[in-house]
């Protein structure tokens, strides 16, 4: 739990960590701070009321953690109402328990959230700036830590005494690695070519309407944050940008290059580190009247590059080690070393080529220099203008115009747009989630959203138009198609049934595969993770109840085709722990206990709640 609050608790800007840092308490139900006491409860457990705009957090959190996967909005909220419930619940148990835990452990926790660190360390300044951002003082923020910190302690002492038995192991493998043998017919679906009557059409339509909608669209007044349009508001001076040139000088630099050759005389079990050396000593000589290259070519033991007269090519600092490093550095063009010993050998290293570093004048990269200093400087004042956006936006919710005047924005608006598709900004998924929230529905100023580290949006709505049918005469023909494909899945399943009324009857495989003209597939010793087989129908199978008093299970399942399958489980073997199995025993021991683990913490949970004194008053339905 903990650990996934440290790895979400990423962002640009207070503004987005606000909702990152407030949604993980929202959903320990420990974040109702604010109460005008107008709003009614939608429920509460003993003393502790929960709001809608609660549900509404907790919400966002778990649409977020769908990764992008389509889901009912009411049964998600429904959800999110549940988890507030039951952890508000385990939260005032752990309370009514007297558990606590040392302000040592909280401060460090907290120290090492990284929204509140610059450089790996803890930055109070920066973690004060945040809470205040929030609204939060540093007390209340604690607080919600302590109680997070001690549900997590708690759940972690029940996980963490749970253990599996050898006969759980046994038990495990023995289901894991059950065989099944079985028979099935497919019964493939024929599309039917009956034309249904007008009253059909019409009944058919009238039931399925939401099938045939024009989706739902919308349309966002929004304004905008960028570290490009911030650059281009700051005033430059000569003498600005050429200070910022002098600090950053290095970024303007090209280091010197050498290119090295080195002859290597190696040490190794036919010549120790007394022969390299005397042999290289040897080759320095013989430099005095030969040409290096040649000698790299008679001498070197690196016979890859001794071919090539030792060239090593164009070298980096840093690469060897460090005496060849300094060697080599120290060199002057054409100059050549004394030995240097490596953990290869004895190098004589040359410098052949020598490329001086050069720094382009401030005249010749001051477009370029003038242009990263305004972006430096950006990125400081979109720090600033982000607080401030989140501020004024949240403070006057009503209307853009406030931070848009205040900020020097430009309120834009949207072509309308559809939650699967939008154009320009609301081609970007996540300002299309934000815009059809209950939030913006209800004509509220989104808080900023983070399309990148460098760009933040507000959005508001401007244009809404709920889904509507489209007339029966536009859609009659898809109708039609869709009435044709549910008669042919019906006829399926009547057939399906009729054969499995009479295989129960006593009727065998092989007549009813006579009978409808249907081949008999067989699979002897399936198994559960069998490879090509269909996973839909390898999962039935193994939910099946086992053969009893050696009367096969029958059984049918649909598959997504729309063809049933007729199945007959004819017997079931239990699984043996195999050799391999063997080597995952222990990773096995640990699943199970954990599975155990996970089992105790919701039935104490479960109990809990059933014992609490809840109260639900409202649904916790999405506002139109």
Known sequence: MLTKIREKSQGAFAGVILTVICVPFVLWGINNYINDGQEAPVASVGKKDFYQR??????????????????NESVIKSQALSKLIKDEVLLQYVHQKGLTITDDAIRDFVQALPYFQTDGKFDEVKYKQLLSSQRMASSEFVAQIKNALIMEQFQQSILNSSFA???????????????????????????STEIPSDDAINAYYQVHQTQYQLPEKMSVEYIELTIDDLAKTIDVTDEKVKAFYDEQSAQYTTPERRKISHILLEINDKQDEK?????????KSTLAGKDFAVVAVELSDDKLTGKNGGDLGLFSAGVMEKDFDAAAIALKQNEVSVPVKSQFGYHLIKVTELIPAETKSFTSVKAEVTKAYQKSQAENLFYQQGEALTEISYQNSDNLKAAATQLHLTIKKTAPFTKAQGE??????????VAFSDEVLNGTNSAPIEISSDHLVVLRLNEHKAAENKPLATVKMDVIKSIQIEQAKQKVIETSKAMKTQLLAGDDFSKISVDYKLPIQKEAGLTRMKKGFNVMLNEAIFKAAKPVADKPTIFTISLPSHEQVVVSLNNVRDGTITEEDKKRIEMAKKN?????????????????????????????????
Request: aromatic share 6%.
């Open 424 to 433: 320009g900004i609301a081609d970007e998924e996540k300002i299309r989630s």
């Open 165 to 191: 038995t050898p006969y759980d192991i046994e038990h495990i493998f023995k289901i894991q690695n059950q065989q099944r043998d079985v028979e099935y017919l497919t019964i493939p679906v024929s599309t």
């Open 54 to 71: 609660d549900v509404n957090k907790a919400y966002e959190k778990y649409e977020k953690s769908l990764g992008g996967l389509t889901a």
């Open 592 to 624: 199970i206990a954990k599975a155990i683990g996970d089992s105790e913490f919701n039935s104490l949970i479960n109990t809990l709640e059933s014992d609490a004194d809840i109260e639900i008053n409202l649904p916790a339905t999405p506002a139109q």
């Open 275 to 283: 022969q390299a050396l005397e042999k290289a000593n040897q080759a």
